[in-house]
């Protein structure tokens, strides 16, 4: 597969060189709702969820409330119901879309929703139900086919943005992070992400297929993965267009399909330490995406915090820039997901009213098919240069076969073979750019064309319908007033009864709203609260550890040398500091000549100065010794009967004075040293503590001979007990 990179185009999104404008527009907002699942109507979930899809609205019910409490009613661009099919979805939404990235506008399509409401269902389907990313494939290069004078080029990339790191899927190495920049030419872009050229329908699904795998290489839990990490797969397609001033122009349109991490809350507080950088890491892109999208719509905001997260950063355009954007909020119908499904509609309520200012890309600076176009050039005039060269060889009298003799036996192989290298490569490079009705094989005819062009009127008739539908709800209340004509002042009375009561429920829907949204903000700043006391503990250790433990010398040094580098969002040394190879701080110290020992310069120099900082300990924390924990336990003297006392008070005297029957205790059998020998319990132990007074007379008993025979159980001189 051809791979664009090559020939050394980097991967921007949002192109600065756009000329033609148009108005703005807002960014569209549908919500489709999936069907109950086997195992939520198992499990006799109920159904929260009511939507009206010719008018665009979509109601849903807080379960376990009384019937009459007034369900929350939304209304968008278009919903879609659990009855809906991606077809219906790719024709109304994504087909205008990707017509109008065709014509060099860059459009983004974001798939939003809590994990397992159909995210990757609407943008990847399956092989019986294709969602978007395959559609719009089909889309693509259908209209390429259909073109007439124009020439193409199609590229695609594939990343993933996991825990703020960004992952190239069409690389190689996997293990690779990717980072973005800026030029102010094209815009933000990520730093050397792959993109491979398709001249296909079959090319571009291998790429999506490669991605797919590698997305799942070193993730153990996939569905945990995917709904933790976004999944952009971005479609770029140039193509030459006559300008009003005759001059061929290059167009660029940019098709980014996102599939974002699911939108459920993740538990930021009570955990700890890497889990909790991690936990804050995960949604920071999803909850950066709502702030963008709250500054820009509250009208206040003088700032947009793009710069946030890496989604937001990379996705500039879609929000509030050049692009057109969709954005899809993917519900769940069952009773269970109410917190989480009122959170999305919401979330898209807020989108809906986000202005982008759709532009063309014209002639940008980055335009792979201007490279292409240039190199076809380039090749085509080295291969006349070559044919020339050859002509006037062949003109100035040597004719071939001389040639071959008296010249150097190598010239004419080299000749034909970089000829025909040449032509390869022109070949190649050609095929890339794709032509209408020459490359692509599957021509679609008339009348399929037609068909698609009717089909075209009639979604535009059913969104026209839908728009009014919308807009006569709106006037029926306003003018409600005017239609009456009251034949009698209690009938009057009675028509004013009834729109107040409707307008107090609106009243009451609007102040439960308000009440249900300042208790989550309230829930989400206690939950920010926390995780800032959180951090502040963390930092108040590392500051007592490097006040403690770091010289002061060496902090300021250190300090003096980064920078914060707003582009990669971290500390750096700063360049001057840094070796070529970026590796050391500052120059190691030489070391002194003629020292008895090895000696660097600065410990000659501190030497001299009398700092003596090789040992200093003053910045040890002050901290009390600590004592190991006791391995040893106090003496009690164990239990004795009154029998034992006496033989052991007995055993304390001296040996002349014990009076022990000797001939009653049996005599030990091998004694080993050290070793004590289980007997029948009726003998004590050797008691350390006495033994030591009577250490030599023990010995000496030890040595003695068997006296007393087989019957002998103890040293008699310890004066243990008989049986
Ligand atoms: P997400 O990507 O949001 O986590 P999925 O796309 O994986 O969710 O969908 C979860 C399940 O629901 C899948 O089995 C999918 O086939 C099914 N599903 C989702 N949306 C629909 C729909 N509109 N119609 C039928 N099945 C759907
Ligand atoms: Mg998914």
Redesign the pocket.
């Known amino acids: 597969m051809p791979k664009s990179s090559e020939f050394g185009s980097q991967l921007s999104i949002g192109s600065n060189s756009s000329k033609s404008s148009n108005k703005s527009e807002s960014v569209k907002v549908i919500v489709?709702c999936?069907?109950m699942?086997d195992k939520e109507v198992k499990d006799g979930h109920k159904q929260i969820i009511d939507m009206y899809c010719d008018r665009g609205v979509i109601q849903i019910h807080k379960p376990n409330v009384s019937e009459e409490e007034v369900p929350k009613s939304f209304t968008f661009d278009a919903v879609y119901d659990?009855n809906?099919n991606q077809n219906d979805l790719y024709e109304e939404i994504f087909r205008p879309l990707v017509d109008s990235v065709l014509e060099g506008f860059n459009g983004t399509v974001f798939?939003y929703?809590?994990?397992?409401?159909?995210?990757?269902?609407?943008m990847e389907g399956?092989p019986q139900r294709p969602g978007v990313i395959p559609n719009s494939f089909e889309q693509i290069f259908n209209c390429i086919a259909r073109s007439q004078n124009q020439q193409y080029l199609v590229r695609s990339s594939y990343l993933e943005i996991y825990q703020e790191e960004i992952r190239d899927l069409l690389a190689k190495d996997q293990s690779v992070r990717f980072e973005l920049k800026e030029r102010p030419d094209i815009g933000v872009y990520v730093k050397d992400l792959s993109s491979f050229v398709c001249k296909s329908i079959k090319e571009i699904e291998h790429v999506m297929t490669c991605g797919h795998q590698n997305r799942s290489v070193g993730a153990t839990n996939m569905n945990e993965h995917?709904?933790r990490s976004h999944a952009i797969f971005i479609i770029t397609i140039e193509h030459t267009e006559e300008g009003i001033d005759g001059q061929n122009h290059i167009r660029v349109g940019k098709l980014n399909l996102v599939?974002l991490a699911?939108s459920e809350r993740q538990a930021k507080t009570g955990t700890v330490g890497q889990r909790q950088k991690e936990a804050i890491k995960i949604n920071l892109s999803l909850s950066a995406l709502g702030n963008v999208i709250s500054s820009l719509v509250d009208g206040k905001s003088t700032h947009i915090p793009y710069r946030d997260s890496k989604l937001t950063r990379l996705l500039q355009d879609s929000l509030g820039g050049n692009a057109k954007t969709v954005m899809v909020a993917?519900i769940g119908p069952a009773s269970y997901n109410y917190e989480e499904t009122l959170t999305t509609l919401r979330y898209a309520n807020r989108a809906k009213n986000i202005k982008n200012n759709p532009r063309v890309n014209e002639d940008p600076k980055d335009a792979l098919l201007k490279e292409f176009q240039s190199e076809i050039v380039r090749l085509k005039q080295q291969l006349l240069d070559r044919r020339k060269q050859k002509e006037n060889r062949l003109s100035n009298g040597i004719n071939i076969e001389e040639q071959v003799i008296h010249e150097s036996k190598e010239i004419q192989p080299i000749d034909t073979e970089a000829v025909e290298k040449l032509q390869t490569k022109i070949k190649a490079m050609e095929s890339k750019l794709l032509v209408g009705g020459k490359n692509i094989v599957d021509h679609t005819n008339e009348q399929q064309i037609q068909l698609e062009i009717k089909n075209k009127e009639l979604i535009e008739q059913k969104k026209r319908e839908r728009q009014m539908l919308q807009k006569l709800e709106e006037q029926e209340e306003s003018t409600f007033e005017y239609r009456e004509t009251f034949t009698s002042l209690q009938q009057e009375v009675e028509i004013k009864r009834r729109k107040l009561k409707k307008l107090v429920s609106k009243l009451q829907s609007v102040k439960t709203e308000i009440m249900d949204v300042q208790e989550s903000n309230a829930r989400e700043r206690r939950e920010l609260e926390q995780m800032q006391n959180d951090l502040m503990k963390e930092l108040k250790l590392k500051y007592i550890i490097i006040d403690n433990f770091i010289p002061i010398e060496e902090k300021n040094k250190l300090l003096s040398h980064i920078v914060f580098d707003e582009e990669e969002d971290d500390w750096k040394i700063k360049k001057s500091c840094n070796n070529t190879d970026g590796s050391y701080l500052c120059k190691r110290p030489n070391s002194c000549f003629a020292f008895r020992y090895p000696t660097s310069e600065f410990a000659r120099m501190a030497q001299e100065v009398g700092s003596g900082l090789r040992y200093r300990c003053e910045n040890i924390m002050d901290c009390e010794l600590e004592l190991s924990s006791r391995m040893t336990k106090d003496y009690t003297a164990p239990r004795l009967s009154p029998r034992v006392r006496a033989a052991l008070e007995n055993a304390l005297k001296r040996e002349d004075d014990i009076d022990v029957e000797i001939s009653s205790i049996p005599a030990p059998t091998s004694r080993k040293k050290g070793k004590k020998k289980e007997t029948n319990g009726n003998v004590l132990r050797p008691l350390t503590a006495f033994k030591i007074s009577n250490r030599n007379e023990s010995r000496n008993l030890s040595e003695r001979p068997d006296t007393a025979g087989a019957n002998q159980s103890y040293p008699t001189a310890r004066g243990l007990i008989r049986k």
């Open positions: 489709r999936r069907p699942s659990w809906s798939a929703g809590q994990t397992g409401t159909g995210k990757t269902y609407t399956d995917s709904s599939d699911g993917n």
